[in-house]
């Protein structure tokens, strides 16, 4: 089953992760796009965080996502005759005629696909596109155990403004499915709009992965190589690393 993300959602995303994840991956994956000569794509391209500038440094870069909101917001920020780049489609089924250098999923795409069998398609749809010694990257946080168990109760994790004089707070709350390995997570929005305070609720689960289990998955798949990095700054993955960053090469 997909689960779109609603219109509020998209609405607010940009400022909300612009602040709690710019400084986290921007830099990485603008990197990757930078390095790459010929075609890149982004899976889960949302409100193009990455894709917006990607394409005003002149990447030839094309972008799928299943939520219509956020490739609304999306369409907003590029010019109309680059509209022809992005569409609605799955990471488990998308078909593309060209073949790319550079597949990216950033920022827990493959944490939306609870399947196992549509993780594997996902993954073995990302080799078929991708040219020789073309390169596909995804992430997905290390779960936190303690936190993972306890779950969250109603923990702000962004409060500003998202114009002058109007409040944006994001409340979210989890709950753990541990033998289908999800969080099942709860967000709600309130932001200030015609002197009152609105409100959108979204519940929406996410896959979490163990490291062997990603590894297996990805040795299952069409892929012969790749390596695993603990962050965005190229350091291999230790008892402190947050996130798995896989390369997978063609
Ligand atoms: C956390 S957002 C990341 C957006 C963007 N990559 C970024 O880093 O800001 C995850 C995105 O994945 C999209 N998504 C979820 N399931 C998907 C699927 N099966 N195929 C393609 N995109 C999907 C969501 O709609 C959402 O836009």
Known sequence: MLHQYPTSFARFYDVIYHHLRNGVDHEFYLNEIKQTKGKILEIGVGTGRFFADALSTGADIYGIDISSAMIDVLLGKIDKREHHRVSIQSITDCKFDSQFKLIIAPFRVMMHVLDKEEQ???????????????????????????????????????????ESDKKLKRIVSTKPDLINQLINIHFRIEWDEDNKTKMEEWDVPLRYYFRYELEHLVERSKFDKYKVLGDYLGNELNNQSKEFVFICQK
Not at 140 to 159: M, R, S
């Open 120 to 162: 594997l398609k996902a993954i073995n749809n990302a080799y078929d596109h991708l040219a020789p010694g073309g390169k596909f990257i995804f992430d997905t946080f290390i779960p936190n155990l303690q936190q993972l168990i306890t779950g969250l109760e109603n923990q702000v994790d962004f409060e500003g403004e998202y």
